[in-house]
């Protein structure tokens, strides 16, 4: 283009990947709750060398009733939360809110 030399990127050589055996994702550990509604909890807790992180989806709503940690949710979203070998939470944050029926990205 207008008489610049530009070379094409080198392709990098595709890695071989390990996929997941059926058995290894069996091993994570799943919690799901539904109600009259649907779902309105959906936890995926992945166990590391150093602890486990979680991914948690919760739907708007009251959960008092069903014994539910926190007890009640004010928005529908996605969080994540870190945990130490003591399975003690160290950190965490939403990583998606449902927002005008769009899951949006939360800084």
């Known amino acids: 283009m207008f008489g610049l030399n530009r070379t094409k990127p080198e392709i990098e ?21 539904e109600d009259e509604k649907g779902l309105y909890l959906w936890e995926v807790k992945i166990t590391q060398e150093y602890g486990s992180v979680e991914y948690s989806y919760i739907r708007k709503g009251d959960y008092k009733s069903r014994g539910l940690a926190g007890g009640s949710a ?10 130490d070998n003591d399975k003690m939470p160290i950190s965490g944050h939403s990583l998606f809110k449902l927002i005008d029926d769009r899951w949006v990205e939360t800084p």
């Open 13 to 33: 050589k595709e890695k071989s990947e390990h996929i997941p055996t059926s058995e290894e994702m069996q091993s994570l550990d799943v919690r799901k709750l």
């Open 74 to 83: 004010l928005e529908t979203a996605i969080h994540i939360t870190y945990f």
